[in-house]
């Protein structure tokens, strides 16, 4: 397997493994419902491509060759931080370490980034286990994950990467 720049002719695959690791991952926490909702308006082929297309952005995946097994997307917020938006490994094929390839790689996207901040759902509870094992630490909360107004409560997590 080997980590590659996004091409459009991924999304509809991207779009459909977000769907599918969304459910896994949330619908304990929200409500299929609910969660069919979200991921509807933000995993779209058309959602994903306008996130493509951004300056300053990396949009990744982890390929086999056979499919893709996991995603990241990050953007350069300023002149030092990056903010890695979308980190997502396929329920299947979690726990072999695609998420710290994936990881390794957005470190390295943006040279001049010493510091990746990222927001997660305290309640999911695997992925602040993650992120601490591989070196963010708490600096915060916030009431709307992922985009103004969505009424999600997170943890901001930073790494210093040097
Ligand atoms: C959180 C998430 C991104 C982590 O990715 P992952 O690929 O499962 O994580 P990794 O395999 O890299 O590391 C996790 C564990 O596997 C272990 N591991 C690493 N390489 C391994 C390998 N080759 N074989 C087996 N286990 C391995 C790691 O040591 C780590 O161990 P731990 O559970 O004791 O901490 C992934 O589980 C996921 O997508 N979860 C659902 C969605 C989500 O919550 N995303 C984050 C939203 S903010």
Redesign the pocket.
């Known amino acids: 397997m080997w980590i590659r720049t996004a091409s459009t002719e991924d999304l509809e695959t991207i779009s459909a493994m977000l769907t599918e690791?969304w459910h896994?991952?949330y619908d304990q926490i929200y409500g299929r419902e609910k969660v069919a909702e979200l991921t509807g308006a933000w995993h779209s082929v058309a959602a994903l491509k306008q996130r493509m297309n951004k300056p300053r952005s990396e949009f990744i995946v982890c390929d086999d060759g056979a499919e893709i097994s996991?995603m990241a997307y990050v953007t350069q917020v300023d002149g030092e931080t990056s903010m890695l938006h979308?980190?997502?490994?396929r329920p299947t094929?979690?726990?072999?370490?695609?998420?710290?390839?994936l990881l390794v790689e957005v470190e390295a996207c943006f040279p001049d980034v010493r510091k990746i901040r990222?927001?997660?759902?305290e309640a999911?509870e695997?992925?602040v286990?993650?992120y601490g094992?591989n070196g963010f630490k708490k600096v915060g909360t916030t009431p709307d994950c992922g985009v103004k107004g969505s009424g999600i409560p997170a943890v901001i997590m930073e790494k210093v990467i040097w």
Do not use: H, M, P, S
């Not at 094929?93 to 390839?101: A, E, V």
């Open positions: 690791t896994d991952t996991g979308q980190l997502y490994v094929t979690q726990g072999q370490g695609i998420g710290q390839k990222l927001e997660v759902e999911n695997r992925a286990k993650f094992d």
